[in-house]
Protein backbone atom coordinates (compact mmCIF):
# COMPACT_ATOMS: atom_id res chain seq x y z
CA UNK A 1 0.00 0.00 0.00
CA UNK A 2 1.48 3.34 -1.34
CA UNK A 3 -0.17 6.64 0.15
CA UNK A 4 -0.43 10.02 -1.35
CA UNK A 5 -0.66 13.52 -0.14
CA UNK A 6 -3.81 15.71 -1.09
CA UNK A 7 -1.72 18.41 -1.56
CA UNK A 8 0.47 16.53 -4.75
CA UNK A 9 3.93 17.73 -3.74
CA UNK A 10 4.89 14.73 -0.88
CA UNK A 11 6.85 12.08 -2.61
CA UNK A 12 4.40 8.69 -2.25
CA UNK A 13 5.27 6.67 0.62
CA UNK A 14 4.87 3.47 2.52
CA UNK A 15 2.50 2.24 5.80
CA UNK A 16 5.45 2.83 8.49
CA UNK A 17 6.63 6.33 6.76
CA UNK A 18 2.92 7.42 7.09
CA UNK A 19 2.55 6.42 10.64
CA UNK A 20 5.64 8.15 11.65
CA UNK A 21 5.47 11.57 9.71
CA UNK A 22 1.68 12.60 10.39
CA UNK A 23 0.63 15.13 8.30
CA UNK A 24 3.47 15.12 4.89
CA UNK A 25 5.94 17.35 4.44
CA UNK A 26 4.02 20.21 1.53
CA UNK A 27 1.22 20.48 4.35
CA UNK A 28 -1.02 17.86 3.42
CA UNK A 29 -2.71 14.89 4.92
CA UNK A 30 -2.04 11.15 4.02
CA UNK A 31 -4.63 8.84 1.60
CA UNK A 32 -4.22 5.34 -0.25
CA UNK A 33 -3.33 5.75 -3.49
CA UNK A 34 -6.27 2.80 -4.10
CA UNK A 35 -8.86 1.92 -1.99
CA UNK A 36 -8.80 -1.65 -0.90
CA UNK A 37 -12.91 -3.16 -1.95
CA UNK A 38 -13.92 -6.57 -0.65
CA UNK A 39 -16.92 -8.18 -2.86
CA UNK A 40 -19.82 -8.95 -1.15
CA UNK A 41 -18.87 -12.62 -0.71
CA UNK A 42 -15.49 -11.37 1.01
CA UNK A 43 -17.96 -9.34 3.43
CA UNK A 44 -19.91 -11.77 4.26
CA UNK A 45 -17.35 -14.21 5.35
CA UNK A 46 -16.27 -11.65 8.13
CA UNK A 47 -20.08 -11.64 9.65
CA UNK A 48 -19.81 -12.65 13.55
CA UNK A 49 -16.08 -12.40 14.44
CA UNK A 50 -14.85 -11.45 17.69
CA UNK A 51 -13.60 -7.38 17.41
CA UNK A 52 -9.78 -8.01 16.98
CA UNK A 53 -10.19 -10.08 14.42
CA UNK A 54 -12.27 -7.87 12.25
CA UNK A 55 -10.04 -4.95 12.92
CA UNK A 56 -7.16 -6.85 12.21
CA UNK A 57 -8.37 -8.17 8.83
CA UNK A 58 -9.91 -5.04 7.94
CA UNK A 59 -6.65 -3.02 8.71
CA UNK A 60 -4.16 -4.88 6.89
CA UNK A 61 -4.83 -3.92 3.57
CA UNK A 62 -3.87 -0.36 4.77
CA UNK A 63 -0.81 -1.84 5.94
CA UNK A 64 0.29 -3.96 3.10
CA UNK A 65 3.89 -5.54 3.29
CA UNK A 66 4.73 -3.12 6.45
CA UNK A 67 3.47 -5.96 8.82
CA UNK A 68 2.27 -9.31 8.68
CA UNK A 69 -1.35 -10.39 9.40
CA UNK A 70 -0.57 -12.69 12.15
CA UNK A 71 1.66 -9.69 14.17
CA UNK A 72 -1.08 -7.19 13.14
CA UNK A 73 -3.62 -9.77 14.85
CA UNK A 74 -1.50 -9.87 18.10
CA UNK A 75 -1.57 -6.09 18.23
CA UNK A 76 -5.36 -5.49 17.92
CA UNK A 77 -6.03 -8.82 20.44
CA UNK A 78 -3.92 -6.60 23.11
CA UNK A 79 -5.08 -3.31 22.35
CA UNK A 80 -8.68 -4.24 23.43
CA UNK A 81 -8.47 -6.74 25.76
CA UNK A 82 -8.51 -4.04 28.20
CA UNK A 83 -11.96 -2.57 27.15
CA UNK A 84 -15.14 -2.87 29.29
CA UNK A 85 -17.10 -5.10 27.47
CA UNK A 86 -16.59 -8.05 25.88
CA UNK A 87 -18.41 -7.22 22.32
CA UNK A 88 -15.62 -3.84 22.56
CA UNK A 89 -18.60 -1.84 20.36
CA UNK A 90 -21.74 -2.82 21.12
CA UNK A 91 -24.83 -1.80 19.56
CA UNK A 92 -27.94 -0.77 21.90
CA UNK A 93 -31.43 -0.22 19.90
CA UNK A 94 -32.99 2.79 20.55
CA UNK A 95 -36.10 2.62 18.61
CA UNK A 96 -37.64 0.63 16.38
CA UNK A 97 -34.49 1.59 13.87
CA UNK A 98 -32.00 3.40 15.26
CA UNK A 99 -28.98 1.80 17.37
CA UNK A 100 -26.63 2.96 19.36
CA UNK A 101 -23.06 2.02 18.77
CA UNK A 102 -20.57 2.43 21.88
CA UNK A 103 -17.51 3.48 21.22
CA UNK A 104 -16.33 4.64 25.18
CA UNK A 105 -15.53 0.84 26.76
CA UNK A 106 -12.06 1.90 26.53
CA UNK A 107 -9.80 3.07 29.15
CA UNK A 108 -10.39 6.58 28.96
CA UNK A 109 -14.46 6.43 28.30
CA UNK A 110 -14.14 8.17 24.56
CA UNK A 111 -14.37 7.14 20.94
CA UNK A 112 -10.44 8.11 20.51
CA UNK A 113 -9.49 4.73 22.97
CA UNK A 114 -10.90 2.25 19.80
CA UNK A 115 -8.20 3.82 17.31
CA UNK A 116 -5.48 5.00 19.94
CA UNK A 117 -4.92 1.87 22.16
CA UNK A 118 -3.63 0.41 18.35
CA UNK A 119 -2.11 3.39 17.26
CA UNK A 120 0.57 3.46 20.61
CA UNK A 121 1.39 -0.73 19.95
CA UNK A 122 1.91 0.48 16.34
CA UNK A 123 4.63 3.00 17.04
CA UNK A 124 6.23 0.65 19.44
CA UNK A 125 6.68 -1.68 16.76
CA UNK A 126 7.92 0.44 14.15
CA UNK A 127 10.14 2.31 16.38
CA UNK A 128 11.81 -0.61 17.60
CA UNK A 129 12.17 -2.07 14.51
CA UNK A 130 13.97 1.08 13.22
CA UNK A 131 15.52 1.64 16.19
CA UNK A 132 13.93 5.89 16.17
CA UNK A 133 12.68 7.85 18.77
CA UNK A 134 9.44 10.45 17.98
CA UNK A 135 8.29 13.53 19.41
CA UNK A 136 4.16 13.55 19.52
CA UNK A 137 2.72 16.54 19.64
CA UNK A 138 -1.08 17.00 19.39
CA UNK A 139 -4.01 19.25 19.54
CA UNK A 140 -7.07 18.13 21.72
CA UNK A 141 -10.74 19.49 21.80
CA UNK A 142 -11.02 17.52 25.08
CA UNK A 143 -11.39 13.21 24.53
CA UNK A 144 -8.00 12.72 21.75
CA UNK A 145 -5.59 13.81 24.40
CA UNK A 146 -6.63 11.71 27.13
CA UNK A 147 -7.09 8.72 24.47
CA UNK A 148 -3.21 9.35 23.02
CA UNK A 149 -1.45 10.11 26.84
CA UNK A 150 -3.07 6.40 27.53
CA UNK A 151 -1.61 4.70 24.98
CA UNK A 152 2.15 6.69 25.06
CA UNK A 153 2.82 6.96 28.73
CA UNK A 154 5.65 5.20 29.66
CA UNK A 155 6.68 3.76 26.39
CA UNK A 156 10.21 4.21 26.06
CA UNK A 157 10.69 5.63 22.82
CA UNK A 158 7.47 8.52 22.20
CA UNK A 159 7.42 11.92 24.18
CA UNK A 160 4.36 13.45 24.19
CA UNK A 161 3.05 16.70 24.59
CA UNK A 162 -0.81 17.20 24.29
CA UNK A 163 -2.26 21.11 23.80
CA UNK A 164 -6.08 21.86 25.12
CA UNK A 165 -7.88 24.63 25.15
CA UNK A 166 -7.41 26.02 28.78
CA UNK A 167 -11.22 26.24 30.30
CA UNK A 168 -12.67 24.51 27.25
CA UNK A 169 -12.77 20.52 28.09
CA UNK A 170 -14.67 19.08 30.78
CA UNK A 171 -13.21 18.84 34.42
CA UNK A 172 -13.09 14.81 33.80
CA UNK A 173 -11.45 15.61 30.25
CA UNK A 174 -8.69 17.85 31.55
CA UNK A 175 -8.07 15.27 34.61
CA UNK A 176 -7.73 12.14 32.27
CA UNK A 177 -5.07 14.26 30.85
CA UNK A 178 -3.33 16.26 33.17
CA UNK A 179 -3.15 13.45 36.24
CA UNK A 180 -0.94 11.18 34.44
CA UNK A 181 2.28 11.92 35.82
CA UNK A 182 4.35 9.59 33.42
CA UNK A 183 7.53 11.25 32.71
CA UNK A 184 7.26 11.05 29.11
CA UNK A 185 4.32 13.33 29.59
CA UNK A 186 3.56 16.77 29.17
CA UNK A 187 0.39 19.13 28.92
CA UNK A 188 0.09 22.34 27.82
CA UNK A 189 -3.41 24.20 28.42
CA UNK A 190 -2.94 27.23 25.74
CA UNK A 191 -5.19 30.44 26.21
CA UNK A 192 -7.47 30.15 23.16
CA UNK A 193 -9.50 27.73 21.05
CA UNK A 194 -9.06 24.54 19.96
CA UNK A 195 -8.50 25.87 16.79
CA UNK A 196 -5.92 27.68 17.93
CA UNK A 197 -4.03 24.34 19.64
CA UNK A 198 -4.26 22.73 15.89
CA UNK A 199 -2.97 25.77 14.38
CA UNK A 200 0.12 25.65 16.49
CA UNK A 201 0.39 21.65 15.84
CA UNK A 202 0.92 22.25 12.19
CA UNK A 203 2.62 25.41 12.38
CA UNK A 204 5.48 22.84 14.47
CA UNK A 205 4.91 20.43 11.14
CA UNK A 206 5.62 23.22 9.21
CA UNK A 207 9.02 24.42 10.69
CA UNK A 208 11.25 21.93 8.94
CA UNK A 209 14.17 22.51 11.01
CA UNK A 210 12.19 22.30 14.19
CA UNK A 211 9.91 19.15 12.63
CA UNK A 212 13.63 17.27 11.81
CA UNK A 213 14.72 18.28 15.36
CA UNK A 214 12.24 16.87 17.34
CA UNK A 215 11.30 14.20 15.05
CA UNK A 216 8.01 15.05 15.28
CA UNK A 217 5.01 12.76 14.74
CA UNK A 218 1.31 13.23 15.51
CA UNK A 219 -2.22 11.18 16.73
CA UNK A 220 -4.34 13.34 15.96
CA UNK A 221 -6.74 12.52 13.17
CA UNK A 222 -4.70 14.01 10.81
CA UNK A 223 -2.55 10.92 11.24
CA UNK A 224 -3.99 8.60 8.47
CA UNK A 225 -3.54 5.17 11.22
CA UNK A 226 -5.77 7.02 13.13
CA UNK A 227 -8.74 6.38 10.37
CA UNK A 228 -7.37 3.40 9.67
CA UNK A 229 -8.31 1.58 13.09
CA UNK A 230 -11.56 3.37 12.89
CA UNK A 231 -13.29 2.01 10.18
CA UNK A 232 -13.44 -1.85 11.94
CA UNK A 233 -16.44 -0.51 14.40
CA UNK A 234 -18.51 0.79 11.41
CA UNK A 235 -18.12 -1.86 9.20
CA UNK A 236 -18.73 -4.15 12.36
CA UNK A 237 -22.24 -2.26 13.05
CA UNK A 238 -22.85 -2.85 9.48
CA UNK A 239 -22.64 -6.27 9.48
CA UNK A 240 -24.30 -7.24 12.62
CA UNK A 241 -27.09 -5.26 10.55
CA UNK A 242 -27.22 -7.32 7.56
CA UNK A 243 -24.75 -5.54 5.52
CA UNK A 244 -23.59 -6.07 2.25
CA UNK A 245 -27.44 -7.37 1.92
CA UNK A 246 -29.40 -4.12 3.75
CA UNK A 247 -28.20 -0.53 3.39
CA UNK A 248 -27.15 1.15 6.80
CA UNK A 249 -27.23 5.04 7.64
CA UNK A 250 -24.70 6.64 9.97
CA UNK A 251 -25.28 9.25 12.13
CA UNK A 252 -21.71 10.88 13.23
CA UNK A 253 -21.61 13.97 15.92
CA UNK A 254 -18.93 15.55 14.26
CA UNK A 255 -15.81 18.09 15.05
CA UNK A 256 -12.96 17.65 13.31
CA UNK A 257 -14.90 14.94 10.77
CA UNK A 258 -11.99 11.97 11.41
CA UNK A 259 -14.74 9.88 12.99
CA UNK A 260 -17.61 10.41 10.49
CA UNK A 261 -14.46 10.12 7.37
CA UNK A 262 -14.10 6.78 8.48
CA UNK A 263 -17.34 5.82 7.98
CA UNK A 264 -17.26 6.88 4.77
CA UNK A 265 -14.51 4.90 3.75
CA UNK A 266 -16.11 1.77 4.54
CA UNK A 267 -18.50 3.10 1.92
CA UNK A 268 -15.52 3.42 0.02
CA UNK A 269 -14.62 -0.19 0.92
CA UNK A 270 -17.58 -1.49 -0.40
CA UNK A 271 -20.23 -1.54 2.31
CA UNK A 272 -23.58 -0.11 1.12
CA UNK A 273 -23.88 3.30 3.46
CA UNK A 274 -26.97 4.85 2.04
CA UNK A 275 -26.40 8.25 4.00
CA UNK A 276 -23.69 9.73 6.10
CA UNK A 277 -25.21 11.99 8.84
CA UNK A 278 -23.16 14.94 10.20
CA UNK A 279 -24.27 16.56 13.85
CA UNK A 280 -22.97 19.23 14.95
CA UNK A 281 -23.18 22.01 17.71
CA UNK A 282 -23.63 25.55 17.57
CA UNK A 283 -19.94 25.68 15.89
CA UNK A 284 -21.81 24.51 12.89
CA UNK A 285 -18.98 24.93 9.80
CA UNK A 286 -20.29 21.96 8.20
CA UNK A 287 -23.84 21.88 8.50
CA UNK A 288 -23.32 25.46 6.78
CA UNK A 289 -21.18 23.64 3.87
CA UNK A 290 -23.66 20.94 3.54
CA UNK A 291 -26.48 23.50 3.23
CA UNK A 292 -25.43 26.15 1.28
CA UNK A 293 -22.27 25.82 0.80
CA UNK A 294 -20.58 28.09 3.57
CA UNK A 295 -17.62 26.90 4.87
CA UNK A 296 -16.56 29.91 5.97
CA UNK A 297 -14.51 30.60 9.34
CA UNK A 298 -16.48 32.09 12.57
CA UNK A 299 -15.04 32.60 16.36
CA UNK A 300 -15.41 29.00 17.79
CA UNK A 301 -18.20 29.35 20.96
CA UNK A 302 -17.88 27.10 23.86
CA UNK A 303 -20.99 24.52 24.32
CA UNK A 304 -22.12 21.61 26.19
CA UNK A 305 -20.51 19.09 23.81
CA UNK A 306 -16.47 20.90 23.67
CA UNK A 307 -15.26 17.65 21.80
CA UNK A 308 -17.25 19.39 18.79
CA UNK A 309 -16.23 23.17 19.59
CA UNK A 310 -14.18 23.43 16.19
CA UNK A 311 -14.50 25.73 13.00
CA UNK A 312 -11.75 24.57 10.72
CA UNK A 313 -12.24 20.41 10.40
CA UNK A 314 -8.84 19.19 9.35
CA UNK A 315 -9.92 15.95 8.04
CA UNK A 316 -12.54 17.74 5.37
CA UNK A 317 -9.86 18.07 3.14
CA UNK A 318 -9.65 14.18 3.10
CA UNK A 319 -12.46 14.47 1.33
CA UNK A 320 -12.04 17.73 -0.76
CA UNK A 321 -9.38 15.64 -2.17
CA UNK A 322 -11.72 13.26 -3.29
CA UNK A 323 -14.55 15.60 -4.33
CA UNK A 324 -12.15 17.49 -6.54
CA UNK A 325 -10.73 14.43 -8.37
CA UNK A 326 -7.90 13.99 -6.54
CA UNK A 327 -5.99 16.65 -7.93
CA UNK A 328 -3.29 18.11 -5.34
CA UNK A 329 -2.67 21.59 -7.02
CA UNK A 330 -6.52 22.01 -6.76
CA UNK A 331 -6.45 21.18 -2.99
CA UNK A 332 -3.94 22.63 -1.83
CA UNK A 333 -5.38 26.27 -3.20
CA UNK A 334 -8.04 25.95 -1.79
CA UNK A 335 -6.97 25.03 1.28
CA UNK A 336 -4.20 27.90 1.16
CA UNK A 337 -7.43 30.38 0.12
CA UNK A 338 -9.13 29.33 3.29
CA UNK A 339 -7.18 29.40 5.80
CA UNK A 340 -6.23 33.27 4.30
CA UNK A 341 -9.72 34.67 3.74
CA UNK A 342 -11.36 32.40 5.68
CA UNK A 343 -13.81 31.06 3.54
CA UNK A 344 -13.73 28.13 0.94
CA UNK A 345 -14.29 27.61 -2.08
CA UNK A 346 -15.97 24.73 -3.60
CA UNK A 347 -17.25 23.58 -6.94
CA UNK A 348 -20.55 23.99 -7.40
CA UNK A 349 -20.55 20.00 -9.21
CA UNK A 350 -17.92 19.09 -5.51
CA UNK A 351 -20.25 20.43 -3.02
CA UNK A 352 -23.48 18.46 -4.70
CA UNK A 353 -21.13 15.62 -4.78
CA UNK A 354 -20.67 15.88 -1.38
CA UNK A 355 -24.71 16.51 -0.16
CA UNK A 356 -25.59 13.43 -2.29
CA UNK A 357 -23.96 11.32 0.87
CA UNK A 358 -23.83 13.82 3.57
CA UNK A 359 -26.75 15.46 5.13
CA UNK A 360 -25.58 17.78 8.00
CA UNK A 361 -27.70 19.14 11.53
CA UNK A 362 -26.72 21.72 13.90
CA UNK A 363 -28.52 21.60 17.95
CA UNK A 364 -28.02 24.28 20.28
CA UNK A 365 -27.53 23.36 24.11
CA UNK A 366 -30.40 23.84 25.00
CA UNK A 367 -31.76 21.09 22.26
CA UNK A 368 -29.10 19.03 23.11
CA UNK A 369 -30.41 19.20 26.92
CA UNK A 370 -33.64 17.88 25.99
CA UNK A 371 -32.55 15.17 23.70
CA UNK A 372 -30.55 13.76 26.34
CA UNK A 373 -33.98 14.20 28.71
CA UNK A 374 -35.72 12.69 25.65
CA UNK A 375 -33.66 9.35 25.04
CA UNK A 376 -33.65 9.03 29.35
CA UNK A 377 -37.40 8.99 29.56
CA UNK A 378 -38.12 7.27 26.60
CA UNK A 379 -35.71 4.43 26.46
CA UNK A 380 -33.69 4.88 29.93
CA UNK A 381 -31.07 5.41 27.92
CA UNK A 382 -28.14 7.68 29.47
CA UNK A 383 -26.57 9.68 26.94
CA UNK A 384 -23.99 12.45 26.74
CA UNK A 385 -24.35 15.36 25.09
CA UNK A 386 -22.36 14.50 21.71
CA UNK A 387 -24.39 11.48 21.58
CA UNK A 388 -27.60 13.36 21.74
CA UNK A 389 -26.74 15.24 19.10
CA UNK A 390 -26.12 12.55 17.03
CA UNK A 391 -29.54 10.76 18.10
CA UNK A 392 -30.71 14.34 17.51
CA UNK A 393 -29.60 13.96 14.36
CA UNK A 394 -30.60 10.48 13.19
CA UNK A 395 -34.59 11.02 13.94
CA UNK A 396 -33.68 14.56 11.83
CA UNK A 397 -32.30 13.47 8.94
CA UNK A 398 -32.73 9.25 8.79
CA UNK A 399 -33.55 7.62 5.12
CA UNK A 400 -37.00 7.83 4.10
CA UNK A 401 -36.86 4.19 3.60
CA UNK A 402 -37.63 2.58 6.99
CA UNK A 403 -36.14 -0.59 6.30
CA UNK A 404 -32.48 1.12 6.27
CA UNK A 405 -31.07 1.34 9.99
CA UNK A 406 -29.65 4.27 11.48
CA UNK A 407 -26.54 3.78 13.63
CA UNK A 408 -25.83 6.38 16.01
CA UNK A 409 -21.86 6.74 16.91
CA UNK A 410 -21.75 7.12 20.65
CA UNK A 411 -18.86 8.80 21.18
CA UNK A 412 -18.44 9.21 25.29
CA UNK A 413 -19.49 7.63 28.14
CA UNK A 414 -21.98 10.21 29.90
CA UNK A 415 -19.92 10.48 33.00
CA UNK A 416 -17.28 12.10 31.23
CA UNK A 417 -19.89 15.53 31.21
CA UNK A 418 -21.78 14.91 34.13
CA UNK A 419 -23.09 18.50 34.77
CA UNK A 420 -25.27 18.40 31.15
CA UNK A 421 -26.69 14.90 31.69
CA UNK A 422 -27.46 15.70 35.48
CA UNK A 423 -29.43 19.37 34.23
CA UNK A 424 -31.08 17.24 31.68
CA UNK A 425 -32.15 14.23 33.78
CA UNK A 426 -31.56 15.02 37.60
CA UNK A 427 -29.11 11.88 37.48
CA UNK A 428 -25.62 12.22 38.03
CA UNK A 429 -23.46 9.38 36.34
CA UNK A 430 -20.72 7.94 38.46
CA UNK A 431 -17.07 7.37 36.88
CA UNK A 432 -16.22 3.26 36.53
CA UNK A 433 -14.53 1.84 39.37
CA UNK A 434 -11.28 2.70 37.51
CA UNK A 435 -11.78 6.11 37.16
CA UNK A 436 -13.71 6.80 40.89
CA UNK A 437 -10.21 8.73 42.52
CA UNK A 438 -10.00 10.76 39.87
CA UNK A 439 -10.81 14.28 41.14
CA UNK A 440 -8.46 12.96 44.09
CA UNK A 441 -5.29 12.87 42.06
CA UNK A 442 -2.95 15.30 41.61
CA UNK A 443 -2.70 17.74 38.69
CA UNK A 444 0.64 18.65 36.37
CA UNK A 445 0.23 21.03 32.92
CA UNK A 446 1.17 24.17 32.29
CA UNK A 447 -0.49 27.26 30.57
CA UNK A 448 1.03 29.19 27.44
CA UNK A 449 -0.06 31.92 25.41
CA UNK A 450 -0.65 31.18 21.71
CA UNK A 451 2.87 31.76 20.64
CA UNK A 452 4.48 28.95 18.42
CA UNK A 453 7.79 30.06 20.15
CA UNK A 454 6.84 29.51 23.38
CA UNK A 455 5.26 26.28 22.81
CA UNK A 456 8.12 24.88 20.91
CA UNK A 457 10.56 25.94 23.67
CA UNK A 458 8.22 23.95 25.71
CA UNK A 459 8.07 21.29 23.49
CA UNK A 460 12.17 20.99 23.02
CA UNK A 461 12.62 20.82 26.83
CA UNK A 462 10.20 18.27 27.46
CA UNK A 463 11.70 16.28 24.27
CA UNK A 464 15.76 17.28 25.44
CA UNK A 465 14.81 15.51 29.45
CA UNK A 466 14.02 12.61 28.21
CA UNK A 467 16.63 11.62 25.15
Not at 256 to 262: D, Q
Not at 443 to 448: A, D, H, M, P, W
Amino acid sequence: MRYLSTRGEAAPRGFEDVLLAGLAEDGGLFLPAAWPTLSPAEWRALRGLPYAELAARLIHPFVGEAMSLATLRGMTEAAYSGFGHPAVAPLVQLDHRSFALELFHGPTLAFKDMAMQLLGRLFDHVLAKRGERVTIVGATSGDTGSAAIEACRDRAAIDIVILHPEGRTSEVQRRQMTTVLAPNVANLAIQGSFDDCQDLVKAMFNDAPFRREMQLSAVNSINWARIAAQIPYYAAAALALGAPDRPVAFSVPTGNFGNVLAAWAVRQMGLPVERLIIGSNRNDILHRFLAANDMSMRPVEPSLSPSMDIQVSSNFERLLFELLGRDGVATRTTMERFRAEGRMSVPDAAWRKATGLFHGFTLDDAGTLAEIRRLWEGAGYLADPHTAIGTAAARALAPADHAIPVVVAATAHPAKFPDAVEQATGRRPPLPPRLADLFEREERFSVLPNDLAQVEGFVRAHARRNA
